[in-house]
């Protein structure tokens, strides 16, 4: 089946008949004639519901449908993006141990790992993800993980999966990767090599702004089951309702995919073309620096991108209060069009030096196009940036 029709057939069977929408089981135990199946439902992730920070029968239709999407054995829904970041790093990571990482990870994901390295005594190998040789040579004996992004975050850096996920299998060092800014659509990176695949649900899967979810895929039954038992303990879970909205999300992901991927091409070509715009930093175009890698194993891209004003930090802030349609707001993947002045925003700690090094300029601003119709979104630009100094 076509992920298109894949995720409009989600069933969740009763006696006699399945229904349409999956059912929302808002419920926190599960009653019990016998005991044996309550004690085995406890014990494994597909014995009998018992209790749904174990397993719930609406978590779970999402956890297959995602896990078929991006073709892996199982799937675990968590609370949020970095749930499921935490989860992965908790659960494999031992005092210690070694990480290579590329060296443009979600904000989040950074603070994360750098905490854990300083509680646990982890070294972490940061690398650009475009050389295979770097990535064998930062190997060490204890080096655990390889942490990726398909599309990173806000320079549309991508590393070439294909090329490194074998170096680190031989390794036996298990790859993960963050897939939220391409989605199973646009590129499945177990197809390319890798262990773990996760998103922020709360993004593209969920798409419509109003849902917190993370997930994690896994290629692998075995490491799934290991997992498992630690979401469990550490109580990773999501709950019904983020799960039944996500389900209901996803049902449009294809039809969505294609908007924001053609809204995205037509958004970065004016911008390019506009005096007022110095450059645009969008992996779609040839010019970008992960192009040639990205192109190899992502069909499309329809994440955010950057751009930067020719009039700098003063022409950032002011565009921010001139868009009209587009609205701004942190986050990206959902319906509307969203702006962001990281500079004035997200990155306001930063000085000039940290800045340059997050590849954030004064001027930049972060766009993740919605669906929108495009010539509303290219009228609301052009006046928005009406009378902004030229490059
Ligand atoms: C948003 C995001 C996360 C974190 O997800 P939350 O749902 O906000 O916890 C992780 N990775 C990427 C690439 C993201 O965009």
Redesign the pocket.
Known sequence: MHPDTRVVHIPVPVPDSTPLSVPLYQTSSFAFDDPDPLADGLNRPDGSYVYSRFANPTVRALEEAVAELEGGAAAIATG????A?SLLLHSLLRAGDHVIAQHTL?G??HAALRKLADRYDLTISFVTGHDPEEVRNAITPRTRILYL?TIA?PTGHSSDLPALAPIAREAGVVTIV?N??ATPLLCRPIDHGADVVLH????FLGGHSDV???IAVFADDALYREVWGEAVEFGSVTDPFAAWLTLRGLQTLPLRIARHTDNVARVAGFLADHPAVERVLWTGAPGHPSHAVATSYVRGFAAPFCFDLAGGYEAGLTFQKAVRVIKLAP??GGTQTLILHPASSSHRQLDADQLRAASIGPGTIRIAVGIEHPDDLIDDLRQALDGFPAR
């Open positions: 949020s993006g970095m749930g970041v979600y989040g994901t992004e975050n963050d939220t800014f922020s649900v709360t993004k917190t979810g993370g986050s990206l």
